[in-house]
């Protein structure tokens, strides 16, 4: 792509002048429209398959679209359904077993929030049941989970979309756009880091006094995960364990491949190399609390991720694109783009040479660069866009999966984008296992 000039960057960056200014960025969904009914006849009814942190929240948002209905609620653990009914009312219907909520013909779709290891199953199950899915990130577990989802999603007609909720983000589309712009010059590193340094943030979740086996729906639970006697932590602590999901790599690292993804248009990477190892939280759990991957992309740039479970400072989560021509960091809900086009001469560094040969140097150098417009040499043009207060991209890819349903449109999020996202996650656990560097073909979406 031609790179930008001054006054080219300007323009694509919305900017009248230089200096640093914030522009707000604007909802994409207007009031108007949030604010308009939608006829009850018209609503899509929605089930709620795994209730916990996760299900509840993202519940709470997508009823919050205009025309859609929770109907149903699925899962394991009791007072997780007796929370639905204190949260969402007594209609709703409850059950243990998914498949009770499958056979319903009230339902049209279904958000699976469970643990990973149940994503595939329940997800093609729904589809085969004539239900439209969101499932949550990542979309596999394991990689025979991508193309049994992304087959079934074809063959039944189905909408599948994966909950990786930035995709949707506002931040990430004025990302992409500025990228494609070329407001940073040739892309040629990404970094994206997600740091905790809480118990709660490395996945110690709360266990309920009442956890037992009559609470717990354990062989529900463990599913095709080998069986193992009741285990309380398993259950409400499942990420600390490869049995049911795929630990920094499913859980943090698929979002960052997803931004990745999303905003350079990748399909993503070809080699991969990672690792990582448990560094404090040795409580029996399998996978690592501080994990490092380094990813080669055909499009001509690196990308190195890391996830610290006890980085000991503040929490910190985003992104650092690095072009030739500037840079573009995804913090929260900022964006920054500092832009600095490339000198347009070479310099020189003659100092230590002989006095003659200095004044001969520069006599040859002013010829081959004549004197440059002091006002033409590179200065940094820095600006920022922000969402704006309140703003949710888990609103907006609720909005725009409830939008798929209703238009049969591809969704933004498809099982094909979520295959790419969380098979190149799943890249970085293959590399540790193997200790040794892992090839992917992005394209075919297979282990080489
Ligand atoms: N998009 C995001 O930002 C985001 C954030 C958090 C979690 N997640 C994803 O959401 C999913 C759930 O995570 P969580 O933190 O809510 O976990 P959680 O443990 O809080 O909730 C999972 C629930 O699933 C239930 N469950 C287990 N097996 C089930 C089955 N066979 N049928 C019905 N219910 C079953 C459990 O009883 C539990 O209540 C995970 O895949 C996770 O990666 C996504």
Redesign the pocket.
């Known amino acids: 792509m031609p790179p930008l000039n001054r006054r080219s960057f300007l323009k694509a960056a919305g900017l009248a002048a230089a200096g640093t200014n914030v522009t707000m960025l604007a909802q994409p969904i207007t009031i108007e429209e949030a604010q308009t009914p939608v006829a009850a006849n018209d609503h899509i009814q929605l089930a709620l ?10 519940t709470r948002t997508a009823i919050t679209v205009p025309g859609v209905k929770l109907v149903a609620v ?4 009791d007072g ?1 359904l007796a929370h639905s009914k204190e949260v969402w009312g007594n209609d709703i219907v409850t059950a ?3 498949k009770e909520i499958l056979a319903r013909k009230d339902v049209d779709a279904v958000l ?5 290891h ?2 595939r ?2 997800a093609v199950d729904a589809m085969k049941a004539g239900k439209d899915v969101y ?4 979309m596999i577990h394991i990689y025979a989970d991508g193309p049994a989802m992304i087959e079934t999603a074809a063959s039944t007609g189905r909408i599948l979309q994966v ?4 995709v949707s983000s506002i931040i990430y589309a004025k990302a992409k756009e500025l990228l494609a712009s070329g407001a940073i010059g040739q892309l040629n590193m990404v970094t994206a880091r997600w740091d905790r340094n809480s118990s709660i943030g490395a996945w110690n ?1 709360s266990v309920p006094l009442d956890a037992s086996p009559e609470t ?2 354990w062989p ?2 463990l ?1 095709s995960a080998p069986k193992v006697a009741f285990n309380a932590e398993r ?5 600390k364990w490869k049995d049911y ?1 795929s630990g920094v790599a ?2 943090l690292f ?2 960052l491949f997803s931004g990745t993804h999303f905003i350079t248009g990748s399909l993503g990477p070809t080699r991969a190399m990672a690792t990582g190892a448990i560094r404090f939280w040795k409580d029996g759990r399998d996978v690592p609390d501080v994990m490092l991957g380094l990813f080669d992309y055909p499009e001509g740039f690196n990308l190195s991720l890391r996830v610290n479970f006890v980085n000991g400072g503040e929490e910190s989560e985003g992104f650092l694109f690095t072009g030739t021509e500037g840079t573009m960091e995804i913090a929260g809900t900022t964006l920054t783009v500092s832009r600095t086009p490339r000198e347009k001469e070479p310099g020189y560094s003659i100092g230590t040479f002989t006095n003659d040969m200095q004044k001969r140097f520069l006599e040859q150098y002013r010829a081959k660069y004549p004197a440059q417009d002091p006002t033409n040499n590179p200065t940094s043009i820095v600006q920022k866009y922000a969402a704006p207060r309140g703003y949710s991209d ?1 609103y907006d890819h609720f909005h725009n999966f409830f939008n798929s349903v209703r238009t049969r449109k591809a969704p933004v999020e498809d099982a094909t984008f979520g295959y790419r996202a969380a098979g190149a996650a799943l890249l970085s656990n293959l590399s540790i296992e193997r200790n040794a560097i892992v090839q992917w073909n992005p394209k075919t979406m297979k282990l080489a």
């Open positions: 398959i795994g209730a916990g942190g996760q299900g509840q929240g993202d699925a899962d394991c653990y997780r243990r077993d998914y699976i929030a469970t643990p990973d149940w994503h199953q329940i499932c949550e990130k990542p909950g990786s909720q930035r979740y717990c729906d529900r639970f599913g259950f409400f602590q499942w990420r999901g499913g859980d698929v979002h888990s």
